[in-house]
Each structure stands twice: as C-alpha cells, then as structure tokens.
C-alpha cells in the first residue's frame, strides 16, 4: 500500500535551474495538491488539479507549473529556481464527495543555491 | 479573501497539563478539519468536524466545532510526549467544489517532560 509518493526527498540545486518534483498516487483520488511549507507560513498552496488535464492556481503559484497527464501523477515544475523557493514541498490527494480530507506525501526539501 | 487564523503559534507545556489551540475563520465553514504533524513529517489528518456545535473526541482529544461555524478549538488532556508536533486547522474555500482548504499557519507544541 504505497499511497502517496514524492520524489526525490532532498533536492539541492542551483539558482536557475530546472528542477521537477514528482508525486504519484496509488488510489485514484480525483483531486491532487501541491504545497510549499515555510517557517511561520504553515502551508500555503501552489497548485491543485480536480483531475487529469484540470488544472488551477492556488494562492502562490508564480514561478511554478503543473501537468496531470495521468490521474496518478502530478508533477511540479519551478522553470528557474530562484533561492525563495527553498521550502519543504508536500504534495497530497483527496476524494472530493463532501468531504475534504487530503492525505499527505512524505515532502521534498528543496534548497535552491 | 478567506482567512484561518490559529492561536497560539506556539504552546510549551509541562507533561502533564492541558493543552488547547484555536481556530477562528473570517467567514462561515462548511467544515473545518484538523492535522497533526510531528517535527520532520508530513501533516496526518485527524478528523474533520461539519454540523454546528459539534464535539468530537479522541482518547485525550476533544474537538470542536462553533455553532456558528466559524471557530473551532482542540484540546488535549494530560499531554504526553507524543502529542509533540505542529497542529493545523483548515476549512473548506468558499465558492469552489475543488476540494481545496485554507490552512491555518499552525500551533506549535512542545511537552517538556
């Protein structure tokens, strides 16, 4: 029961860079998430998709692009890394029928140098 | 926009004692649901609240739910070593059915033994 995957889980790179951070979901849920988590920020969502190939911004989502080809993957990818994208990033997935509960991704630490 | 606020950021207490951490939204949910995370991890989802007035409990846990639905509070009795780690409230966003929450920034707590 692999659930909800990130990868990798530490990433350093540097200023500039491509860099993808993936995620897979073993449960077919439609509703798939992406956060970054910050010191006193607690988390803050950057992209979110309602199914494969739905799409839409969250609240900080410049500088960072998704896809869902498939309903079991959900990547997401910083075009040009820039150092205030160092954050801890949690990908997570629900089942939306009135009910709301998202699980969770073990998180990819990123530092951008 | 929709906002969740949570007192306090942080909570030291002393093994033993009571802990209780607010939520408060700027608008009326439909839900709220907690999370807990433990320093290092990922947010685990603990429960999630829906009708006004709404109490819920959890062995030393007791949740609960505004009648007008807008705040919420947990509390732990006699807290225990374990219960050290981050804990989140997020509601519901308002005039969206993609499953998405507003997390609020966290309490932190910490049990000295």
């Known amino acids: 029961d692999a659930g909800i995957t990130q990868s990798p889980r530490y990433k350093i790179t540097e200023t500039g860079r491509q860099v993808t951070l993936m995620c897979h979901q073993t449960?077919?849920?439609?509703?798939m998430f992406w956060y970054r988590q910050d010191l006193g920020h607690g988390l803050r969502l950057i992209y979110y998709s309602a199914a494969a190939d739905i799409t839409d911004k969250g609240e900080v989502p410049d500088g960072y692009v998704v896809s869902r080809s498939k309903t079991e993957n959900f990547p997401l990818t910083l075009e040009s890394a820039t150092r205030s994208q160092t954050s801890v990033y949690f990908c997570?997935?629900?089942?939306?029928?009135?009910?709301?509960?998202?699980?969770f991704g073990q998180g990819t630490r990123l530092t951008v140098v | 926009g929709q906002q969740v606020m949570q007192i306090p950021q942080y909570q030291h207490v002393q093994e033993g004692e009571d802990f209780t951490t607010y939520c408060n939204s700027s608008?009326?949910?439909?839900?709220i649901q907690w999370y807990k995370q433990r320093p290092g991890g990922h947010p685990v989802f603990l429960i999630q609240l829906v009708k006004s007035g709404e109490v819920k409990k959890q062995k030393r846990l007791t949740f609960q739910f505004g009648e007008a639905k807008k705040n919420s509070s947990l509390h732990i009795t006699a807290t225990q070593t374990t219960d050290v780690g981050t804990y989140f409230c997020?509601?519901?966003?308002?005039?969206?059915?993609?499953?998405?929450?507003?997390f609020g920034d966290g309490t932190t707590l910490t049990v000295k033994p």
């Open positions: 997020a509601g519901p966003v308002l005039n969206t059915n993609a499953g998405k929450s507003t």
């Open positions: 997570a997935s629900s089942v939306y029928r009135g009910n709301t509960e998202a699980f």
């Open positions: 449960w077919s849920h439609s509703y």
């Open positions: 608008t009326t949910l439909s839900n």
